[in-house]
């Protein structure tokens, strides 16, 4: 057959309105491929993840941990050790010279500064066994144990503080560091052993990275195998990949050409985003075969966009509104994946309708062509066209599945109401993480550093409590020095809490100030304190500030530990409270104190997830209840029908609390992600279940009706998106993986929803409802262009 022969059953409209679309679009993907490929390459390569940067600004714990910043420096530190280091290695002193050679080196370059502070523990010990200090060997140690020095009063290593710059630019620093160190004690870099915020941060930024790069072809690939599968078109299956595909590059690239940093949470959206366009065009594509198989013939476009704009354009504004919902987040990342996410959204969904349907045209054009479909309008011979209940379409096991939840319908209720119930107390339960250790996988070379520094040296997590004295503050030096001992001894009484360091680690044992020559001492010591003050502020233990002093105790918590942050940042106040205000009944005036460091800051950001996971559902949960109650016009019926879209986020985050699994930075965006996607299929169940109604089919019918028009669909959009997202569940980045694991599990939680829950409320108070809301669902029941009343009956021959 000839392409002149095709004109008469191919309206020249559908070609010329279609076809061209989908080529303009498809040209536009072409021309803007380049730069979304730039964009994303771009993105990632500057990837940099910091928690610092994740809190605004202007919230108290940042402005207060920078405060600490301006007074005491960085807070960046890199712990650097081998196998056999102990504190008398003399490789410990070549090592730290060659470090500081780096400095002296850019120094003379005229390039900023990388290194504040370099020392290990034999520096340390010599200073404090060297006068004025002049402490027994012994004693040296035992005030350096879980510092700089193992309990096995041996095992020590180097540590480089670094600026703020060489904190930054760390993707130069650490192998500057690696390479001096490595040269001047002739290990191999591999031999060494590092870790530290730094080095933790580049780690995460690399596995965060490669977890894209790695994962996202293989990714689509899997998906378009199990989409021609499902399909059985090559010409459905490219355009929807082609979306998915080209939307994930466009959410990467997004954030470069915003001029925002490419980080961690991020990382996941253009997973999410590839997901949702495929959920989306397998909706798209269904429509039009079950139209072709229905015999609509020339017709099956234009009838199944019309079909499908009402439940499509629902799902993906309540999507929208699930992903939009974290910008009222407080942490920036998450609010930036909100709304990239609400944006990838809909951009998706456009252009899926502009290219699909002259995909459809194209497919039906070449089915003609090999002779395996007959282009007929389905308009029998009295001139009327059949309804959509009146088409049998569907696998015959989904009427028996229908009729099984139909007579059980209450049962099913009672059963899924309970387990939302139950669920929903393990909410209570949940707790949240984002230490190193719950970011990366214990086969990394960088959390196995991490654990072997922990074990053979000092804790890594910092904590840091600094004493404020006021200019008019009565208190002299001896009893700040006093006040502080008092303070870190407290301290020390706390189990998770190891190693203290403070200005009275590097001055000599307190004097006896009774009894004969008291005067004498108390004067000498009080010398010795000047003469160590510039040291103290060297060292960034003092700092003078307009307001007083401020003196800094820093102490060290296992990231490895099992603990519950805030009840230790509540016991620590308590301990400092004790202290301070029985320097208060003593008479001492104008102190007070504060605490930060990395662990607060955590503590803080996980306490901002758990909040942005709780309200973000609920803004979202409510808005989505809305369009639901708008859409069917109906209070109770739309608030009932939110139940099914409910169930996967109760479900899987009750499992999570039950079974104590803590929520990362790659699972707490998935509750209003799989809400969205719930509703989905929600939308398109409830289109067909009140058309059938509308038709004057029974309940039970409505039920059966939906299951064969839009079950087949449901199941495909969920064995593809999870077997899509099954990839990433090998990747070393452990949010990634997460977020995978979860996401996949909310598809196919959501599923059961959809197919057994929805059904279940249908066959009792919510199908009454709407039995009685009659035209309420108009927006999802968008009337189908009538067939060409001339055209002969189908007489198609199936093909997909």
């Known amino acids: 057959m000839t392409d002149k022969q095709l004109d008469p059953d191919l309206p020249h409209w559908f070609h010329s309105s279609y076809v061209r679309v989908a080529a303009l679009t498809v040209l536009g993907l072409i021309v803007t491929a380049p730069f979304v490929v730039h964009g994303s390459d771009s993105g990632l390569a500057a990837m940099f993840n910091a928690p610092l940067m994740w809190i605004d600004r202007d919230a108290d ?70 006068m004025p200090i002049d402490l027994p060997r012994q004693a040296a140690i035992d005030r350096l144990n879980g510092i700089l020095v193992g309990e096995d009063d041996q095992t020590s290593g180097l540590v480089v503080e670094l600026t703020e710059q060489g ?58 195998a199990l989409c021609w599968f499902c399909l059985r078109s090559v010409w459905l299956t490219i355009p929807i990949i082609a979306v998915g595909a080209w939307a994930q590059g466009f959410m990467l690239s997004s954030v470069y050409y915003g001029g925002e940093t490419m980080n961690a949470i991020l990382i996941v959206l253009p997973a999410l985003v590839f997901v949702l366009a495929v959920s989306v065009g397998i909706h798209l594509a269904n429509y039009f075969l079950e139209e072709v198989d229905l015999g609509s013939g020339a017709k099956a476009p234009s009838r199944a966009i019309a079909k499908a704009t009402g439940p499509c354009i629902l799902a993906a504004l309540t999507t929208a509104i699930g992903l939009a919902s974290l910008c009222i987040s407080d942490v920036e990342p998450i609010r930036q994946f909100g709304f990239l996410g609400a944006i ?62 139909s007579r059980y319908s209450v049962i099913i209720r009672l059963s899924c109401i309970v387990a939302m119930i139950a669920f929903g107390f393990g ?143 509540d016991s620590l106040q308590s301990k400092v409270d004790f202290v301070l205000s029985n320097a208060e009944d003593a008479g001492y005036e104008g102190i007070s104190s504060s605490s930060t460091g990395m662990l607060v800051l955590v503590y803080r950001i996980q306490k901002m997830l758990l909040k942005d996971l709780f309200y973000s559902f609920l803004t979202a949960l409510a808005l989505v209840a809305v369009v639901m109650v708008v859409a069917l016009r109906n209070v109770p019926a739309g608030l009932i029908a939110m139940m099914p879209n409910i169930f996967p986020t109760l479900v899987m985050f009750g499992a999570m609390g039950w079974f104590e699994i803590a929520i990362d930075i790659g699972t707490v965006m998935t509750a209003s992600v799989a809400l969205g996607i719930a509703v989905d299929g929600t939308f398109h169940f409830l289109k067909w279940f009140i058309q059938s109604i509308k038709n004057g089919v029974s309940k039970e019918s409505a039920i059966k009706i939906a299951y064969e028009r839009c079950g087949g669909a449901l199941i495909q959009t969920t064995i593809i998106c999870a077997c899509g997202l099954m990839i990433y569940s090998f990747s070393g980045f452990l949010p990634v993986r997460h977020f995978s694991w979860i996401l996949l599990m909310m598809l196919v939680t959501a599923l059961f929803g959809d197919l057994v829950l929805l059904p279940a409320l249908l066959a009792g108070k919510l199908g009454d409802l709407l039995e009685r809301t009659g035209e309420s669902l108009a927006t999802l029941t968008t009337p189908v262009p009538d067939p060409d009343s001339t055209s002969t009956p189908d007489q198609h021959s199936k093909s997909h």
Request: hydrophobic letters at 45%; aromatic letters at 8%; a negative charge.
């Open 61 to 130: 714990a940042r402005q207060e941990f920078n405060a600490f910043i301006d007074l005491f420096g960085s807070h960046d530190m890199i712990v650097v050790s081998w196998q056999g280091c102990v504190i008398d290695d003399p490789r410990l002193d070549r090592a730290a010279d060659a470090v500081r050679d780096v400095q002296a080196q850019r120094k003379a370059a005229g390039k900023p500064r990388l290194f504040n502070n370099i020392f290990s523990g034999n520096t340390l010990i010599n200073s404090l066994t060297s």
């Open 344 to 405: 990838g959204v809909i951009v998706c969904v456009v252009l899926l309708f502009l290219m699909l349907p002259g995909f459809m045209v194209i497919w039906l054009h070449v089915s003609q062509k090999r002779g395996t479909l007959q282009l007929h309008n389905a308009t029998p011979p009295n001139g009327s066209p059949p309804k959509d209940d009146q088409r049998s379409v569907g696998h015959p096991l989904f009427a028996f599945v229908a009729n099984f939840i």
């Open 427 to 569: 909410l209570t339960r949940l707790r949240t993480t984002i230490d190193v250790v719950s970011l990366l996988s214990e086969d990394n070379r960088v959390v196995q550093d991490f654990h072997w520094v922990e074990n053979n040296i000092c804790p890594l997590v910092p904590i840091e409590v600094v004493i404020h004295f006021d200019h008019d503050s009565n208190v002299n030096p001896i009893d700040r020095l006093r006040i502080v001992a008092a303070i870190e001894n407290q301290m020390s009484q706390i189990d998770v809490l190891h190693g203290t360091m403070s200005a009275v680690t590097f001055v000599p044992s307190f004097p006896r100030l009774t009894g004969l020559g008291s005067t004498i001492r108390k004067t000498v010591f009080l010398r010795q304190i000047e003469q160590s003050r510039d040291e103290l502020i060297e060292s960034h233990f003092l700092a003078e500030t307009e307001t007083g002093e401020a003196w800094r105790i820093s102490a060290r918590v296992k990231g490895q530990a099992e603990f519950d942050y805030g009840q230790f940042l």
């Open 167 to 224: 904190a930054f630019i760390r993707r130069e620093t650490i192998p500057l560091i690696q390479n001096a160190v490595s040269d001047a004690i002739d290990i191999p870099i591999d031999d060494l052993i590092m870790t530290g915020p730094a080095v933790d941060g580049m780690a995460i930024d690399d596995e965060s990275s490669r977890s894209i790069q790695q994962y996202s072809i293989p990714s689509i690939l899997i998906s378009l």
